[in-house]
């Protein structure tokens, strides 16, 4: 049985007022988002990948157009509703991992339960849980200081997935890695994508990792077309 669209697009259009004119990031775009899928975004720089995944994740309103998730019309959720939304249905993972430099790993992963009120004992529970699931169990009293960038990015996706979202969102996640470390971390995203039965949209320029996802959607020219993952050049 095929699987329910988990995410719905329909029309977007992104304007931005540019002086006394008008620059039309993107216009007209339509898909869906399966539940389950693994979801390439990729195109030129300025093209617009990360401000529709911000639209996507109720960061960012459309000009036009609209986003459902599941039957959760979007551009009708006020700010606070908004926010509650992220903190319930998604994790995000950024280029920049943005931890907090005075807590340790363990403090930054558990910081989405206790916003949530949730038990101290619990949430740390929790977040030892995670950083095992990363690779960082020995790693847990280390301030963000004291990581590597890989381990930092690692941190972020434990972060992102404490509270079990139904969707992750990743912008560029292994844009700031050397390529070795950058492979560890996609591998990573990709296994946690596959055990936790995920469904991940990702921003990438990296058409290596395009090309693992099971879908990709390409931005050319403000428009965005479908293309098949194998058809991505190195």
């Known amino acids: 049985m095929e699987e329910p669209e988990i995410l719905r697009v329909h029309g977007l259009k992104?304007?931005?007022?540019?002086?006394?004119?008008?620059?039309v990031l993107f216009e007209n775009l339509s898909f869906e988002v399966k539940k389950g899928e693994m979801l390439a975004i990729v195109g030129e720089s300025g093209a617009g990948k990360s401000t529709l995944l911000h639209i996507l994740g109720a960061l960012d309103r459309p000009s036009e157009g609209d986003v459902y998730f599941g039957q959760v019309h979007l551009q009708l959720l006020s700010e606070d509703a908004a926010a509650d939304f992220r903190n319930r249905e998604l994790g995000?993972?950024?280029?920049?991992?943005?931890?907090l430099p005075e807590f340790t790993a363990l403090e930054n992963v558990a910081m989405p339960l206790l916003l949530r009120a949730r038990p101290a004992r619990e949430a740390e529970h929790e977040?030892?849980?995670?950083?095992?699931?990363?690779?960082?169990?020995?790693?847990?009293?280390?301030?963000?200081?004291e990581l590597s960038g890989g381990e930092q990015q690692r941190v972020a996706l434990a972060r992102a997935l404490i509270?079990?979202?139904?969707?992750?969102?990743?912008?560029?996640?292994?844009?700031?890695?050397?390529?070795r470390t950058a492979e560890k971390v996609f591998d990573l995203i990709a296994r946690l994508h596959r055990e936790y039965q995920l469904t991940s949209i990702i921003v990438t320029h990296n058409t290596d990792f395009a090309r693992r996802c099971d879908r990709v959607l390409r931005f050319n020219k403000g428009l965005m077309e479908e293309v098949q993952p194998h058809s991505l050049s190195a």
């Open 14 to 23: 992104k304007v931005f007022r540019s002086g006394n004119s008008d620059l």
């Open 92 to 99: 995000f993972v950024w280029q920049f991992h943005y931890l």
């Open 127 to 145: 977040a030892r849980h995670w950083l095992q699931e990363v690779g960082l169990a020995d790693r847990a009293h280390h301030r963000s200081g």
């Open 163 to 179: 509270t079990r979202p139904r969707l992750l969102m990743a912008d560029e996640p292994t844009g700031d890695l050397d390529a």
